[in-house]
């Protein structure tokens, strides 16, 4: 996964390599993007059974939290 948020932040910031802090912040924002652009979307379609919220960082390691269906991104 750092290696994707290093991508992105090279797009994002042009910077070669970024710092544990700015992965994270990457990350946060990444995830802002595409929530808000399904929240829109939900919108649209007046279909929104669900709530959205503002995304937070949990931690760096393997996901292991509970949860009822999720995608992942694969570098």
Do not use: C, R, W
């Not at 992965?23 to 979307?41: H, P, Q, R, Y």
């Not at 995304?55 to 992942?72: C, Q, R, S, V």
């Amino acid at each position: 996964m750092k290696t994707f948020m290093q991508k992105v932040s090279k797009l994002f910031l042009e910077e070669e390599k970024s710092d544990e802090e700015t992965l994270i912040d990457m990350t946060l924002e990444t995830a802002n993007l595409i929530i808000g652009s399904a929240k829109v979307i939900a919108e649209e379609i007046n279909e929104n059974p669900y709530t959205i919220h503002t995304p937070h960082f949990i931690k760096i390691g393997m996901f292991d939290l509970e949860y009822d269906t999720a995608h992942t991104i694969i570098n």
